[in-house]
């Protein structure tokens, strides 16, 4: 099992067995989900001398259990037939001073989220249709300045 520390995703059993048949019925299920807003940027420097102020560790994962928006526990479903990875972006150096900052500007890294939209189902009525649910997940890191 594995756990973005409190992040609202857990890696594991998907989507439990003894549950999947009896929520998906006979439902035609696509191959992929286009999730909007989960993009990957590349950008273009003059120079390849430099740094990012906050570094993160990037990676992608299909995600078993998930707290959505209103942060309830629901299974997102994941399987071979009907597969959903996302892409998360988490602080390397949470809580951290930001990376080239002068010691007289008081600043931190911090964890920024992206809504994602999953097909997903509540543990607690597993008889009920998937439905696509939105998820605050780790997509990135920023470097905030306090000014006070």
Known sequence: MFSLQGHGAQRGAALPGRHLPHVLGDAALPVEVAVGGNVSYRYNFPSERGTWACETDVFTMRIGWARNWA?????????????????????????????????????SCLQRYTAVQLLSTD???????????????PGGCSCYIDFN
Request: aromatic letters at 8%; glycine letters at 2%.
């Open 123 to 137: 543990p607690q009525t597993p008889d009920r249709s998937p439905t696509v649910d939105t998820f605050l997940l």
């Open 71 to 107: 942060g309830r526990w629901k299974v997102v479903l994941n399987t071979e037939q009907f597969p959903q990875s996302v892409r998360l972006e988490h602080c390397k150096y949470e809580n951290r001073t930001c990376q080239m900052m002068p010691p007289c500007v008081r600043s």
